[in-house]
């Protein structure tokens, strides 16, 4: 069976526990992400040649200084950027986060899900916005845990990413 | 159907493949394929061509990145005499280069070697004092003595019951699980999340901590679950262990964390998250999960025998014990016994303390010793402490014995006591004696009611009788006829002179005065009767004149003329005689004074 590590980034109460929540059913409670900042669940997934178990990281999010424990990214081989549509300041932070989660684990897939869909009329993130990410080549989802939007199709898009050869399996290539 | 059309067809390049393939017909043809083969590159292949260094550098790396990938054995045992020899070179040329390159890695190793080894020490000491003065404790320091191991070792290896309930191989970097083995009583949680989580809290504790880089968390407690945690460069290996583990198996951990990165060096670097490579890592982790098996059975088996011995040599130990407690306190209960009926000794209080024994009492001088009759047990003296207070005893038979030593009666002498506490004295004994006992007795009968003596006989008077019945019996013979003494008789004469001078002697020392001495003088008829009465006062006058010869006092002598009057037998010698008769003093003791009741 392949395993991939699978992290959850993104700005405090983006989603991020209700996306993995929606997606499976763990064995710790919510009380060690705020302990330790992390949270713990798997799942596997049924897309692609063969199953692949996610190993999902929901690292807690801090909205003042973004201070993610970095530790906790080490060997990721995917993650998603959780983007609050409802609120405009998270894409920026989400756009922040990337940049350093590229720079300590190098570039590997990951997926901005733009959650909260169901509240679209409220959204602080414009099409625009969105036109932007995906400008950059982002994979862009719109999602909803509480109505259980794209909460599949985001992990099985991500898992067949991480499938897919990675471009620095040849160090000297990425070198 | 479609692979075996397409393997039936025959190639397009079909000619060319049979040519490289097979042996070249002629050197001229052979020249003739390379150049249409390889073109103006020909002549840099060719072996005899000087390889210019700058065009293998170009592709060097690339070269050995392949051939690592591809054939990394091969390469890698290529290596090892060039790198072997580098590193010697590097050592002989400056030693610092490498020392200075591998003082990071170094010095931790060395910190945690040390670190652990002092954990070992710890352990196994307290252990030792924990269990030094156990009762299993005497069985281990057996078994040391027997197997010529330290006393530490023994309790290290008997006291230590544990289990290896889970063990995990984690990928380090990313968290993720590379293989488990579970011990089949054990429950466990989904070892993916676990691992994840074990990892997570590493990193936590690691970033909260400023651990230095080379520190890892190692251990983790909760109650009797230990979770101990070996860290290699590529893995981590994290045992569940239920119970008190001894430090030996971190050493084996880290053994099994080594032979792995050594075994799967290659899969673990290049982990895509494909845990199949590791499949076969399961005997190296059983191993650990069997190792600690067989010292938990043991445990488990031991025990219970163990137990029993113990239990078994405790209640022998016990008995023996109380056995003896108990003999001892029989043997000390028929001493008590005995001292109680022994008289003149009387126990007031008797204890036991600890293993001695402890009396106080009482006892008379005239009892028997409480020391020999201790000795006459089996009780040992050291064992026993006594404290007797001196006392005169009322019991009968000390009475008498007290009279007894008081009185020193002579031999002739018997005192006996009747029930009613009277002191009987009988037999013969001197006058003095006699009233010496009387004097003592007046003076206050200890512990007599009442005393007798009146069957005590004055030795002195039956002297005076014998020695009057003595001189009484014998008769001075005379001649016919004459006042002369016959012959023969002269020796009876004396012996008068000399009885009755003892007599006068008892009396004068009793200080009393003896009566008359009547010398009776007889005749026998023969003759005229006035001269016979003439002559018998003549006989008893010349005995009397013997006598005062003899020294005995003339006032006291009185001579009787009994003539021819008191006739034997005829013609008896009997009736020619003087003898003699005395009157005794009245002997009398001196009156006693029975003492008031």
């Known amino acids: ?175 | 159907m479609d692979n075996s059309k397409t393997g039936s067809l025959p190639p397009p390049e079909d000619q060319i493949v049979e040519a490289t393939m097979s042996p070249p017909t002629s050197q001229a043809g052979m020249s003739e394929l390379r150049r249409l083969l390889f073109g103006e590159k020909l002549e840099s292949l060719k072996p005899t061509t000087t390889v210019k260094a700058e065009a293998v550098s170009e592709v060097l790396a690339e070269a050995i990145a392949q051939s690592h990938a591809q054939y990394s054995k091969k390469l890698t045992q290529a290596a090892v005499p060039t790198v072997e020899s580098a590193i010697q070179t590097s050592v002989e040329t400056d030693i610092n280069v490498l020392s200075e390159a591998l003082f990071p890695i170094i010095g931790p190793a060395t910190r945690k070697s040390v670190a652990a080894a002092i954990r070992n020490l710890t352990q196994s000491f307290n252990q030792g004092l924990e269990h030094s003065l156990s009762p299993q404790s005497f069985k281990w320091r057996w078994e040391a003595r027997r197997t010529g191991r330290s006393f530490a070792e023994v309790v290290l290896l008997r006291t230590l019951v544990y289990q290896v309930e889970q063990v995990l191989l984690i990928h380090k970097e990313t968290g993720l699980l590379l293989q488990q083995v579970v011990s089949e009583q054990a429950q466990s949680q989904d070892p993916d999340l676990v691992s994840a989580m074990l990892t997570a809290i590493q990193d936590f504790v690691q970033d909260s901590f400023n651990v230095q880089s080379g520190g890892s968390l190692d251990t983790l407690e909760v109650g009797e679950v230990n979770i101990w945690i070996e860290a290699g460069p590529q893995a981590v290996l994290a045992c569940v262990i239920r119970g008190n583990a001894p430090q030996e198996l971190r050493g084996q951990l880290q053994t099994t964390l080594e032979q792995i990165h050594r075994a799967y060096a290659s899969p673990l670097k290049d982990f895509e998250g494909d845990q199949e490579a590791f499949g076969s890592s399961q005997t190296y982790l059983q191993d650990c999960l069997k190792a600690q098996f067989k010292t938990r059975g043991n445990g488990q088996k031991q025990r219970p025998t163990k137990l029993l011995i113990g239990l078994g040599c405790l209640t022998l130990l016990l008995g023996a014990w109380l056995g003896l407690r108990i003999k001892a306190g029989q043997q000390w209960q028929a001493y008590i016994n005995q001292l109680e009926q022994e008289p003149g000794l009387v126990v007031i209080q008797q204890k036991r303390q600890g293993g001695k024994f402890k009396l106080s009492g009482l006892q008379d001088p005239l009892a028997q010793s409480p020391d020999a009759l201790l000795a006459q047990t089996k009780l040992k003296p050291e064992q026993v402490t006594m404290r007797w207070e001196p006392y005169l005893s009322l019991d009968d038979a000390f009475t008498l014995k007290r009279w007894e030593a008081w009185l020193e009666p002579p031999d002739s002498v018997t005192l006996k006591l009747d029930p009613d506490q009277v002191l009987h004295l009988s037999g013969t004994a001197p006058v003095s004696w006699i009233n010496f006992s009387q004097r003592l007795l007046a003076k206050g009968g200890e512990g007599l009611r009442d005393w007798n003596t009146e069957a005590l006989i004055p030795q002195e008077q039956q002297q005076l009788k014998a020695l009057q019945e003595q001189i009484e019996q014998r008769s001075i013979l005379f001649s016919q006829g004459s006042t002369n003494i016959e012959a023969g008789q002269q020796a009876t004469l004396q012996a008068q002179g000399e009885d009755l001078a003892e007599v006068m002697a008892i009396a004068q020392a009793l200080d009393l005065e003896v009566g008359r001495i009547t010398l009776a003088g007889y005749s026998d008829p023969k003759g005229d009767r006035k001269d016979n009465q003439d002559l018998s006062q003549a006989r008893a006058t010349t005995v009397q004149q013997a006598l005062i010869q003899q020294g005995i006092p003339a006032p006291l002598l009185q001579t009787q003329a009994l003539g021819e009057n008191h006739q034997t037998t005829p013609e008896n010698p009997q009736n020619r005689r003087v003898s003699i008769s005395i009157e005794l003093p009245e002997l009398e003791t001196q009156s006693p004074t029975p003492p008031a009741p």
């Open chain 1, 1 to 175: 069976m392949i395993q991939k590590k699978v992290c959850m980034v993104g700005s405090f109460a983006t989603g991020k526990t209700s996306l993995v929540a929606r997606f499976v059913k763990g064995i710790y409670s919510d009380k060690y992400q705020t302990t330790i900042g992390v949270k713990i669940d798997k799942k596997v997934v049924e897309t692609g040649p063969q199953p692949m178990t996610l190993v999902l990281w929901d690292i807690y999010g801090e909205d003042e200084f973004q201070n993610i424990r970095m530790s906790y990214l080490r060997g990721a081989a995917g993650y998603f950027l959780v983007v609050d549509g409802t609120r405009r300041e998270t894409l920026d932070i989400a756009i922040q986060l990337q940049a350093k989660v590229e720079a300590h684990i190098g570039p590997v897939p990951f997926i901005v899900m733009l959650n909260k869909c169901d509240l679209e009329e409220n959204w602080e993130v414009t099409p625009g916005d969105i036109d932007d990410l995906q400008a950059k080549g982002w994979t862009v989802l719109k999602s909803s845990a509480k109505e259980n939007v794209a909460v599949e199709t985001a992990f099985s898009k991500l898992a067949e990413q991480m499938s897919r050869p990675q471009s620095n399996s040849i160090p000297w290539e990425a070198a």
